[in-house]
């Protein structure tokens, strides 16, 4: 039985994985403060990389067409370890809702709004996220649309005005960091950006052109990726070694736009797009927690769980960090590892298990 | 916080009128029982008591029990 009636065509599908690679520009600071310089190739590195296990996923969903994870984690597992693994995914999806969303109300009250409480935010941006998801996919699916194409225009934009403070001595030296920041900071791309992904494994079915599925869904990471490693690299070239010390370095670029005195202080926009992107990450993100625990159910539909999951996000996001050093400090060191359990054991195990399951038969 | 309890309670009560006027029994009992974890942690909340976090959890389990954090 269809949980959700709503279809979305690939190529919002495509406008979604952009929106949802965009708005993790945020995650940026972490890892710059790791690689500094060299943060452009640890990205190349685990865009690269990525499609491995980005096969994998789609292996697994077109197997099963017209399915989602928590419906194929059923199948694949049995009914009652099934659930125990859609509930974890389920929770790891309610969490990154509840990060993303402390994290904008930390970003708009630190940047923006001094001296006004994060609950303000989280409230205000809870109310219109239940809303949203509450009127569907194809509502967030419709609105991604010309979100990305604003985005992939400003990140142009941005890019051509700030020409003239590049410095491509800021690249150098390149790899002048030890392995082990090499490897946490593969881990936090794998984590953050690119493996959230997997989240689109619950969307999938959704999507009218089914046999399209794959080419928009690397079509839309491939742009993504193009549109984030622009960014980061017109960043160091800008702010060079400093990149690190910045909650947002793309926010500290638009503040040195300077064109004859006529554009400048252009960084307002960067955090207008940049509460757009969250908003329709964190969309995504809760309605597929709702979407699954519906599923999970057997619900007819999952409205009535909007509001609560909405609520219980909103409570989250306001008490579940003391501060946004205790953000960034789990986000760097703890998170990353802790997310390799649902984006890729698990799915190499149901990619095993689905073999086998195959061949068996 | 207390703005959001009281949008919650009027959506929560729409909500249910709904579902019940719907005659969706099953609904009703699942988002009932969401509904009140939800009030239960809103009011924990907005009384400053403790709650349950899931950032220690996660702490736990990778730093205390796995010691596979990085700092």
């Known amino acids: 039985m269809k949980v959700e009636k709503g279809i979305i065509s690939g190529k919002q599908l495509m406008f979604l994985i952009i929106v949802h690679l965009q708005a993790s520009t945020l995650a940026i600071s972490f890892i710059a403060s790791l690689v500094n310089q060299s943060l452009w190739i640890i990205i190349s590195f685990t865009f690269i990389l990525m499609f491995i296990f980005f096969w994998i996923y789609l292996k697994i969903s077109l197997q099963f067409p017209g399915l989602n994870l928590i419906e194929i984690n059923d199948i694949l597992y049995g009914k009652i370890i099934g659930k125990v693994v859609s509930l974890l995914y389920i929770y790891f999806f309610w969490y990154i809702a509840a990060a993303n969303l402390r994290f904008i109300a930390d970003f ?16 205000s941006f809870a109310l219109v996220l239940v809303y949203t998801v509450r009127n569907g996919l194809e509502t967030f699916g419709r609105c991604s649309v010309p979100l990305a194409i604003l985005n992939i225009v400003l990140t142009i934009f941005i890019t051509i005005l700030t020409i003239k403070d590049w410095n491509l001595k800021n690249f150098l030296p390149l790899f002048n960091i030890e392995l082990i920041k090499i490897l946490q900071s593969a881990n936090l791309m794998i ?13 999938f079915p959704y999507v009218n052109e089914q046999t399209k599925v794959k080419k928009y869904f690397y079509l839309g990471y491939i742009i993504g990726f193009i549109n984030l490693i622009i960014i980061i690299i017109r960043n160091i070239a800008v702010l060079g070694n400093i990149t690190s010390l910045y909650l947002l370095p793309s926010f500290q670029v638009a503040r040195i736009i300077n064109v004859g005195e006529i554009i400048v202080r252009a960084e307002i926009v960067i955090a207008v797009v940049l509460l757009f992107n969250s908003f329709i990450k964190i969309c995504i993100f809760l309605y597929v927690t709702v979407l699954g625990l519906a599923q999970l159910f057997r619900m007819k539909y999952y409205k009535p769980l909007v509001l609560p999951i909405g609520v219980l996000i909103s409570v989250f996001a306001d008490s579940m960090y003391n501060s946004s050093t205790e953000h960034g400090y789990s986000g760097a060191n703890i998170y990353p590892v802790y997310a390799l359990l649902f984006i890729i054991f698990i799915p190499i195990i149901t990619f095993i298990l689905m073999y086998i399951k195959k061949f068996s038969k | 916080m207390i703005v959001l309890l009281i949008i919650f309670l009027i959506s929560g009560f729409v909500e249910v009128k709904q579902l019940i006027n719907k005659k969706f029994w099953h609904e009703l009992k699942v988002s009932s029982i969401f509904l009140s974890i939800a009030l239960i942690f809103l009011l924990l909340y907005i009384f400053n008591l403790p709650l349950p976090n899931p950032v220690r959890l996660m702490e736990y389990e990778v730093k205390d029990l796995l010691h596979l954090n990085y700092k």
Do not use: D, K, R, T
């Open chain 1, 108 to 123: 708009f009250s630190a940047f923006l709004y001094q001296g006004i409480s994060n609950s303000v935010f989280i409230i």
């Open chain 1, 191 to 203: 984590a953050i950006p690119f493996g959230e992904m997997i989240v689109f494994m619950m969307i």
